[in-house]
């Protein structure tokens, strides 16, 4: 089974390369594909070009075989998305193959404000990553998605191609690409909040420098 994982990626920086590596265990992933979007539909655009996003991610993994940088979403352009990318993966594995996509508890929070929210439930597993206890699905269509299709189970997930949701605990590292752009404007260092690899890219192309 492999899983998706969807971000900015502006930078890329511990907090996405841990709580990565936690579900690749947990769910013994097969690959997990690091998605940096073009585009973002709910957000300010990224300060990094496509190109630098890529590169500094690609810097950040290439040492764990398990995680892949896949740049089909900067590839296509214009607004990323996430069901336009999942149906990409579709037309390649088939409709039978399980397959998971990571989001973070901010980011599944938002969910009923994305594009076609039911149809992306339709296409993969969501792998809710979250702090432990924390609540969960305010939104009440939200909430009702998850009493339909939550299952504790990770072997589940293998059993159907997509409509679950799991909600796994993972490490909690206060690490935000924010932060990271923040400390570099001001000439500060977010040296540990990154892998070293990535920050050295990230200050020679002054991607965050004012
Ligand atoms: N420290 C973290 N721990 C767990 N998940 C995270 C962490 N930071 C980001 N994520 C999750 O990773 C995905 C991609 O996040 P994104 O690339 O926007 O990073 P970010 O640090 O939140 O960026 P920004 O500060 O620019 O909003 C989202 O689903 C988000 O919830
Ligand atoms: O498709 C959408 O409508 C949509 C709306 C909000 C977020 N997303 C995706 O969610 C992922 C995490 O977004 P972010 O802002 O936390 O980096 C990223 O892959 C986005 O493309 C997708």
Known sequence: MIGLFGGTFDPVHFGHL???LDVVQHLQLEQLRLLPLAAAVH???????????????QAAICDEPCLVADDRELKRGGPSYTVDTLHTFRDELGS????????????????PDWHRPLDILG???????QRPGAPTARDPWLREQVEQR????????RLQASGLIYFQTVTQ??????????LLAQGKSPRYLLPDAVLAMARANRCYAV
């Open 96 to 111: 039978q193959a399980p397959l998971c996509l990571l989001v973070g508890a901010d980011a599944f929070e938002s969910l």
């Open 150 to 157: 939550r299952t504790d189970d990770p072997a589940a997930l």
């Open 18 to 20: 841990r709580v990565a």
């Open 173 to 182: 590292l206060d690490i935000s690409a924010t932060r990271i752009r923040r």
């Open 43 to 57: 957000r300010r655009q990224p300060q990094a070009s496509p190109e630098q996003r890529m590169a500094m991610l």
């Open 123 to 129: 296409l993969v597993h969501l792998v809710v990553m």
